[in-house]
């Protein structure tokens, strides 16, 4: 499969623990990104990355969030001392750089759901 | 702030009909556009894109028409069929490598 993969598909934590998600994005691509989204809810915007230059974080990212792509290819995104309010469907997308716009390509993304 | 919305959030068609989903915009300097479908606990899927410098694009049963002078996005799809039940949403975004910005979404129910 040379789709966007994300891993785990699923998560349950306690409050208060914390959470690391990964994604493999389409192996050409050099732009991923990060979309929380919650139940009857499009897609929120958290952050992208550009190769491995984080370029861009949504004010919704707080302090507790870190995303990294260290070489350029796959990325994770970690949750410190999760909250109740942190449940939701985090969605890695990813596109490749062109003259214009790009197509975002989604993941099946983590479901977290805190405790 | 500006952001995309949604005029009907569901839409219930009998099988074999034309669905028509709307999407309102607010932001006039957005110059490209996705739809993407949803289906339950996967991911958005790409269904078909179109910059603002055209008003229609056609692509496998499905058309988007924009319509810049009242910012609205519409997706139709011929002859619909079970498997096109999912919630779709349209994505704006500005400008290359900027976020896309999603409306809330839209489900779609087909009656056999």
């Known amino acids: 499969d040379t789709g966007v993969s994300q891993d785990p598909r699923h998560k349950i934590t306690k409050r208060g623990q914390n959470v690391t998600f990964r994604c493999d994005p389409i192996s050409e691509h050099n732009r991923l990104y990060w979309y929380r989204q919650t139940l009857g809810q499009g897609p929120e915007f958290l952050t992208y990355?550009?190769?491995?230059?984080?370029?861009?974080k949504s004010r919704l990212l707080s302090d507790r969030f870190s995303a990294e792509r260290p070489k350029g290819s796959f990325s994770t995104l970690e949750i410190q001392r999760t909250e109740q309010g942190d449940s939701a469907m985090y969605l890695c997308?990813?596109?490749?750089?062109?003259?214009?716009?790009?197509?975002?390509?989604f993941g099946s993304g983590t479901q977290l759901s805190v405790l | 702030g500006e952001s995309v919305g949604l005029h009907l959030p569901t839409l219930s068609v009998q099988e074999g009909d034309n669905s028509i989903i709307n999407c309102a915009y607010s932001n006039s300097a957005s110059d490209y556009f996705i739809w993407y479908k949803q289906e339950s606990g996967k991911g958005p899927q790409f269904i078909i894109d179109?910059?603002?410098?055209?008003d229609k694009r056609q692509g496998q049963r499905v058309t988007v028409l924009l319509n810049k002078t009242v910012k609205h996005l519409s997706l139709q799809i011929a002859a619909t069929q079970p498997g096109d039940s999912a919630v779709y949403f349209c994505a704006e975004n500005i400008r290359p490598g900027q976020n896309f910005v999603f409306g809330p979404g839209t489900r779609l129910s087909v009656l056999p």
């Open positions: 997308a990813s596109s490749a750089q062109q003259t214009g716009h790009e197509k975002l390509f």
């Open positions: 990355f550009q190769n491995e230059a984080q370029l861009e």
């Open positions: 179109i910059r603002s410098n055209m």
